[in-house]
């Protein structure tokens, strides 16, 4: 049993961060730091979800971008607002997209539509997964540090803490987080 709540574990950290990202992360770490499975496990898993997250967002926009942005004005405008300081140093914000909340997506966007290859695009997101993993996780582990040693009820209602703090997680990424329609990805019909 414990050997299946550790497997679950850790595909939960994968998907959560692959779905929604910081607060996922957060209870995957007090997960790890509760016994419930390795913490570095869990980062491990953390650190695939978002990586496969943003290399996917990255190959979707390199092939419908353009078509994307051709029937979508405002965001074309938004994007050539941004696209003047990426310009200037784009390597540097492809490696610390993750901590710069509010421009990650119009940096994969802008990665996505500028010819830069997916090699170098890995290399640069997996760093920054890598410090975000690190900074967010280690954060947590500090937290969660306290929250175990101050808190005695999470001993007996450490799994009721975890399905709350994932809820919310989830109702957040569904609520504010989530792509709007306007924004999703769609093969876009030729008119020839």
Request: charged share 20%; hydrophobic share 50%.
């Amino acid at each position: 049993m414990d050997e299946l709540f550790e497997t679950c574990g850790y595909l939960a950290s994968f998907l959560g961060t692959f779905i929604e990202g910081e607060i996922l992360l957060l209870t995957s770490v007090l997960s790890s730091k509760l016994g419930y499975f390795n913490y570095f496990g869990g980062l491990t898993a953390a650190f695939m979800g978002a990586f496969l997250k943003d290399s996917i967002k990255f190959m979707l926009v390199k092939k419908y971008g353009s078509k994307l942005l051709k029937h979508k004005p405002k965001l074309q405008a938004k994007l050539d607002s941004t696209s003047m300081w990426f310009e200037k140093r784009p390597f540097f914000y492809m490696t610390f997209y993750r901590l710069m909340y509010g421009f990650g997506t119009p940096i994969l966007m802008l990665s996505g539509l500028k010819a830069i290859p997916y090699a170098r695009f890995a290399f640069h997101s997996a760093i920054a997964v890598l410090i975000w993993i690190a900074l967010i996780g280690g954060f947590g582990y500090f937290c969660a540090e306290i929250m175990v040693e101050n808190l005695n009820f999470l001993k007996d209602n450490a799994v009721e803490v975890i399905g709350i703090l994932s809820v919310i997680g989830l109702l957040y990424w569904l609520i504010i987080k989530r792509p709007h329609e306007k924004y999703c990805f769609k093969p876009i019909e030729n008119d020839e």
